[in-house]
């Protein structure tokens, strides 16, 4: 049993920065690329941002130089530093990580419940 837990969504005004935090837990063995994902009213879900397991990030466009993605391998946790907001950027924020796990073979994705972020202007 794995479970993803995200936090630290809200509502906040343009301009302003919020951190989303992301913890694994459960029968993990390993964990290969964490990462953010959104979902915006009436769109599909989109890669934010994610980082591998030493460290190589990738960005979405929309979001290179006001977002950073970061880990700590130790605790499972993902991060996601989110500076400069824009109305555009509300969506609710799911987690994502490809792990495996102890006593099973291979690497599949898991999801957390997801975090709102409302930017209002």
């Known amino acids: 049993q794995v479970q993803l837990v995200e936090s630290g969504g809200g509502l906040v005004q343009a301009g302003d920065s919020l951190r989303l935090s992301c913890v694994a837990s459960?029968?993990?063995?390993?964990?290969?690329?964490m990462g953010w994902y959104r979902q915006a009213p009436g769109k599909e879900r989109e890669l934010v941002a994610n980082?591998?397991?030493?460290?190589?990030?990738n960005y979405a466009d929309s979001v290179k130089g006001r977002f950073t993605i970061s880990r700590d391998n130790g605790k499972n946790t993902v991060y996601l530093q989110m500076n400069s907001l824009k109305p555009e950027d509300k969506a609710v924020y799911y987690c994502?990580?490809?792990?495996?796990?102890?006593?099973?073979?291979?690497?599949?994705?898991?999801w957390g419940q997801g975090t709102q972020v409302t930017v209002s202007s």
């Open positions: 994502n990580a490809d792990l495996s796990l102890v006593h099973a073979y291979g690497l599949r994705p898991y």
């Open positions: 459960g029968s993990i063995f390993s964990i290969n690329v």
């Open positions: 980082i591998d397991s030493v460290g190589r990030t």
